[in-house]
């Protein structure tokens, strides 16, 4: 299973999109994990990242 970091600035017009892409890696069985502001915590685990 690959294990991706995706890092975005905390603005949530750049961490959106990449939301999408991670809950697309995760659903095929990636390990994702993302580096931003933790006041976006509960969005990135809401997709299993």
């Known amino acids: 299973m690959p294990e991706i970091l995706i890092a975005s600035c905390p603005p949530i017009?750049?961490?959106?999109?990449?939301?999408?892409?991670?809950?697309?890696?995760?659903?095929?069985?990636?390990?994702?994990?993302?580096?931003?502001?933790?006041?976006h915590a509960d969005k990135i685990r809401a997709v299993g990242a």
């Open 13 to 39: 017009g750049h961490i959106s999109p990449l939301l999408n892409v991670a809950r697309g890696l995760v659903a095929r069985g990636d390990r994702v994990t993302i580096l931003t502001s933790a006041r």
